[in-house]
């Protein structure tokens, strides 16, 4: 895909008029420097080229993309989409830009234009998994969550070893309260990859509202033994021990019925 989507880019440059040969060489001089600082994430000093090299080269799509990546990485997603969506004029056939459109719409809390833009990238690239994941979301953020479920069965449908499609199912689950569901979806990535930490910590947290204690304590000590230095670590341990104590109340109240 990011081969595709430079090659492209490589190919259209060739369809806009070129500067004289002096700035074409200054341009590219500045867009291989702002290329390296952009790849060492020092964005500020990488803008200030990119805009030189579109300076000198105004059609230059790659430099117009760079740039825009150093904005949503400084977190300015308006500036972003404004220098994408000068790109997307330009040619409206780069997967990259739409799918970054949307990115950055989601950034603002967009989600209605970043559903427009992953279907835009999606017509041109229909099985780009990250953007059929991001338009998941979005319908989420658009509290649309019937669709979202219905993207997420389908990648899942399509991909049934990809573990992605299953964490975002299994999560949109937990928060429509469907923890049996979403427990049953976590059970199956364990399958896929038992070595997958995050699977044990949700199965757990399911278990933990469905009231099954033994079963939540023993996929939380499953999680701390895979992470022992989880951020999360004395949280956990803390609930293990509530449980510990919620099940000896239990034995007692138990005993004690029991016996009446």
């Known amino acids: 895909m990011g081969i595709i989507v430079t090659q492209n880019l490589k190919a259209l440059e060739n369809n806009f008029s070129k500067p004289k040969l002096e700035s074409v060489s200054e341009a ?33 799509l790659q430099a117009m993309y760079g740039l825009a990546m150093c904005y949503k990485a400084l977190d300015k997603p308006d500036k ?3 220098i994408l969506e000068k790109a997307k004029s330009a040619d409206d056939s780069i997967f990259e830009i739409h799918y970054q459109l949307g990115l950055c719409a989601i950034l603002k809390n967009d989600s209605d234009s970043a559903i427009r833009y992953l279907q835009d990238a999606l017509r041109i690239n229909n099985d780009n998994i990250n953007a059929q994941l991001q338009l998941g979301v979005c319908h989420e ?7 979202a479920l ?12 990809l573990l992605h499609p299953y964490e ?9 309260g469907e ?16 070595d997958y930490y995050r699977s044990y910590f949700g199965v757990a947290i399911c278990f933990d509202k469905l009231g ?12 701390l033994a895979m992470k022992p230095n989880a951020n999360n670590k004395e949280l956990l341990e803390t ?22």
């Open 212 to 223: 099954r204690l033994s079963d939540a304590a023993r996929y939380y000590k499953k999680f």
């Open 168 to 176: 975002h199912k299994a999560s949109l689950l937990m928060t429509l």
């Open 150 to 161: 219905m993207i997420y069965n389908k990648i899942i449908e399509e991909n049934p070893h």
């Open 239 to 260: 609930r293990l021990e509530e449980i510990s104590q919620e099940k000896k109340y239990r034995r007692k109240s138990n005993v004690k019925l029991s016996l009446v």
């Open 141 to 147: 953020l658009s509290d649309e969550p019937e669709i």
């Open 80 to 82: 972003a989409i404004k």
């Open 28 to 60: 590219y001089k500045m867009h291989v420097k702002a290329e390296a600082l952009r790849l060492s994430s020092m964005y500020k000093e990488a803008v200030e080229n990119y805009l030189q090299v579109i300076l000198l080269d105004r059609n230059n």
């Open 179 to 194: 923890y049996k569901d979403a427990a049953a979806v976590y059970g199956k990535m364990i399958k896929i990859n038992p």
